[in-house]
């Protein structure tokens, strides 16, 4: 995923960690304070998403609609290449997630 420079609106920026970067996926660790964004953001790649705390992320869409997503630790999801949004979270607490891009086109 890549995102904005910082996040928008004034909230605190989502802290990206890379793990592994090659020729065949990126996996990056993701660190949101409560209120923390990643900024609007187009994804480059099929990724899978491993939520590692429970709670609650805001998709915010391109036009402006937000929807309210409830994720649990350890339980896994996936999207294809293509999807635009923010992405905030509005836990009183951090919220951590894994983020698998796979690299490689579908064979």
Same mark, same amino acid.
């Given at each position: =995923?890549?995102?904005?420079?910082? #996040?928008?609106?004034?909230?605190? /920026? /989502?802290?990206?960690?890379?793990? !592994? +970067? @090659?020729?065949? =996926?990126? &996996? ?15 994804? %480059? ?6 939520? =590692?705390?429970?709670?609650? $992320?805001? !998709?915010? /869409? ?5 929807? +309210? #997503?409830? $994720?649990? #630790? ?6 294809? !290449?293509? &999807? %635009?949004?923010?992405?905030? @979270?509005? @836990? ?7 983020? !698998?891009? $796979?690299? %490689?086109?579908?064979?």
């Amino acid at each position: =995923m890549k995102s904005s420079p910082g #996040a928008e609106g004034g909230r605190p /920026a /989502a802290t990206p960690t890379v793990q !592994i +970067d @090659n020729a065949r =996926m990126r &996996v990056t660790e993701w660190r949101f304070p409560p209120g923390g964004a990643t900024g609007f953001h187009r994804h %480059e790649y099929d990724y899978c998403v491993v939520p =590692m705390t429970t709670g609650t $992320l805001r !998709i915010e /869409a391109k036009d402006g609609k937000a929807t +309210d #997503a409830a $994720l649990v #630790a350890g339980r896994s999801y996936a999207r294809e !290449i293509g &999807v %635009e949004h923010d992405v905030v @979270n509005p @836990n009183p607490f951090e919220f951590v997630f894994v983020e !698998i891009e $796979l690299k %490689e086109p579908r064979r």
